[in-house]
């Protein structure tokens, strides 16, 4: 197996920084996982996916340890329903695109997603009115102390809100080597009700949509916001939208009558994060070469030599400027290192 030193991970995360990695290794298998960790190269040890939800503002003194475990496998398919295991390493869009082909319904409305099928039960990826847990079975992980291959079912990843156990008492423990979901192959429950995916649909003249049509609208809308990371680093959304209790929904809707929100339960209310850094005036702004996407608030970008460090001044200054306008805290979506 390879070991890199001093390897630059530019090339492996979306916002393009050029940090270094004290040693390197990307694993296939997860035999060659298990010996790459038997093996004391260095006391610390960085999981590395898709690199799309990373802000590096330093080097990475550790091993870093590159999961690319690809394959898709059917485990059954019976009853309008496939299951399916897909190996950690693969693309998660790739991944959206296979199950458009072969007419496999649930993962639709999460098209164009960055990142890879090993960190979305991490963060419970989602999009439009559906998240990765509404298909998830289970996942299989690797104990990183023990080598020790574990099965996590849905109730035991704790899903939340761009959450789960792994990002809590399990962060650091475990390397998810697999995921199990399950798809419809007919009588496909869509949902087209969240964000612009109806008129968009409309604006194809599509009445009666497939799973396909949207999932190109999905695209079709999130390219119209979203930057490529081919074309200028970014990690897509950086803050979660915050999720606000009844009382302080009502003091901020007299304050603000026409702001968006959706309405997670009775008493829980969410605030889009993209809104209110765009009306706390950071929208399309940039400094030095760290700045604020100009058709999504939302989208943090490198304009070229930014460093981590930057970006992540920049992130700092957008949540103060949120508190003191709104009274909201915005919590980031990016695992920072």
Not at 253 to 268: C, D, H, I, K, M
Request: glycine share 8%; with cysteine.
């Amino acid at each position: 197996m390879l070991i890199e030193e001093h390897k630059s991970l530019k090339p492996f995360n979306t916002f393009g920084i050029d940090c270094k990695a004290r040693y390197f290794a990307s694993v296939t298998s997860v035999t060659k996982l298990k010996e790459l960790l038997s093996q004391n190269i260095h006391p610390s040890r960085f999981i590395l996916g898709g690199g799309s939800n990373l802000l590096l503002t330093q080097d990475v003194d550790a091993l870093v340890i590159h999961v690319n475990l690809r394959g898709i496998s059917i485990l059954s398919e019976e009853n309008g329903q496939v299951i399916l295991e897909v190996n950690a390493g693969e693309n998660w869009h790739e991944f959206v695109m296979h199950c458009i082909e072969n007419g496999y319904g649930g993962v639709e409305n999460l098209s164009l997603i960055p990142g890879n099928i090993g960190t979305a039960p991490i963060q419970n990826i989602g999009a439009y009115g559906v998240e990765l847990k509404d298909v998830f079975v289970n996942c299989k992980a690797l104990e990183i102390e023990s080598l020790e291959e574990r099965t996590f079912d849905h109730s035991e990843c704790e899903f939340g809100y761009r959450d789960s156990i792994f990002k809590n008492e399990a962060k650091g423990k475990y390397i998810i080597t697999s995921v199990t979901l399950r798809l419809t192959t007919q009588d496909h429950t869509l949902s087209t009700s969240y964000g612009a995916i109806k008129t968009q649909l409309e604006k194809q003249g599509v009445t009666t949509p497939t799973i396909k049509d949207i999932s190109d609208a999905v695209i079709t809308i999130r390219k119209s916001k979203l930057p490529d990371p081919a074309e200028i680093g970014n990690s897509g959304s950086f803050f979660k939208n915050p999720v606000i209790g009844s009382d302080d929904f009502q003091q901020f809707r007299l304050s603000y009558p026409n702001a968006p929100f959706y309405e997670v339960s009775p008493t829980e209310f969410k605030i889009p994060a993209g809104w209110l850094i765009e009306q706390a005036g950071f929208k399309g702004q940039r400094f030095g070469d760290a700045g604020v996407h100009k058709n999504q608030a939302l989208v943090l970008v490198n304009h070229g030599n930014a460093s981590g460090s930057e970006l992540w001044e920049l992130a700092l200054k957008i949540q103060k400027k949120v508190k003191e306008d709104f009274g909201i805290y915005i919590e980031p979506e990016v695992n920072v290192i």
